[in-house]
């Protein structure tokens, strides 16, 4: 005789008369990675912070205090409660500096994923389903991209193109764009030979909506996972082209930027470089975990296991 074994949560929504939602299930899966969920705070913060970056940060982030030339932060001897994380050298408070600087670093993070993403699902799909030649001819070129190092490539793409911030954005996206391709080449190479596509294919659907109704949606699991790493690996190439003067330009606040502007100071004011790779450090950490919570929520063998 089969038993069923309900969870409280399921049978708190049993006593509610709704069935357990996708989205609950989901959630259960993420916060079973505490780790995860630390990230997730940690990045809800600083997204919130980055979005009332006006309202949140003390001061304009080029706004310069002659009187406080690389002030230490509040708690070290000598500092002000004015500038909690100190001044740099021209005089401008670090923590708003810090603040405003998300705004760009989650942007280029958002923009480049985005930018890389679509072509490289176009691709991914165009070689899984046509094959032979075409399938030949996509991954040789991304071979080619892969044969590269990725900051090499970036800092050549912006060799061409020039330093900006709109040009940074296109040669990350450029260097993400192979793992995206080969990831959905695989995943879409699997759900073709599937029995639910072979009858999408009986009931008349065309190549269109094979590709992109029927199996590119069963395909999103290990898309979005990656995505999540890759916006953390964005945010270091950003930091990494504006440390080496490719990337955002002074004045503007970026973090890599703020990085390489201090770099001539670390000695004497060591919280005008410490503070903004610190930022850096967190910031891709708790990306990451976030994208170890995804994989556990979203891997089926991973649920299947637990």
């Keep these: 005789m089969n ?87 021209v005089g401008r408070d670090i923590l708003s500096r810090l603040i405003f600087g998300a705004r760009l670093s989650l942007f280029v993070g958002f923009v480049s994923v985005t930018l890389a993403i679509i072509p490289g699902v176009v691709l991914g799909l165009v070689a899984a389903y046509f094959g032979k030649f075409v399938d030949s001819a996509v991954m040789r070129l991304m071979d080619i991209m892969m044969a590269l190092p990725a900051l090499l490539l970036a800092v050549a793409i912006m060799a061409v193109l020039g330093p900006g911030l709109g040009n940074a954005m296109v040669a990350i996206a450029v260097v993400s764009l192979p793992a995206y391709v080969r990831l959905t080449r695989a995943s879409a190479m699997t759900e073709l030979n599937r029995d639910y596509v072979t009858a999408a294919r009986l009931s008349g659907a065309g190549t269109l909506r094979i590709m992109f ?33 490719l990337g955002v330009q002074p004045p503007a606040p970026e973090w890599g930027t703020m990085l390489a502007s201090a770099r001539d100071y670390i000695e004497r004011a060591w919280w005008v470089v410490t503070l903004p790779g610190l930022t850096i450090l967190f910031s891709v950490l708790a990306i990451n975990l976030m994208g170890d919570g995804l994989r556990d929520a979203l891997d089926p063998k991973l649920k299947s296991a637990a």
């Design 3 to 89: 038993t069923f074994t309900a969870s409280p949560a399921d049978d708190a929504d049993f006593i509610l008369g709704t069935p357990p939602s996708g989205w609950s299930e989901f959630w259960r899966g993420f916060a079973k990675n505490k780790g995860a969920v630390v990230g997730l705070a940690f990045m809800a913060v600083v997204c919130v912070a980055a979005l009332f970056a006006p309202w949140v940060a003390p001061y304009s982030p080029i706004e310069q205090f002659r009187d406080h030339f690389l002030a230490p932060p509040a708690w070290v001897a000598g500092g002000s409660s004015q500038f909690w994380l100190g001044t740099d050298e």
């Design 213 to 245: 109704v029927t199996v590119l949606p069963n395909c999103m699991a290990p898309l979005i996972v990656h995505a999540t790493m890759g916006f953390s690996a964005a945010i270091l190439e950003i930091s990494a082209l504006g440390f080496l003067g």
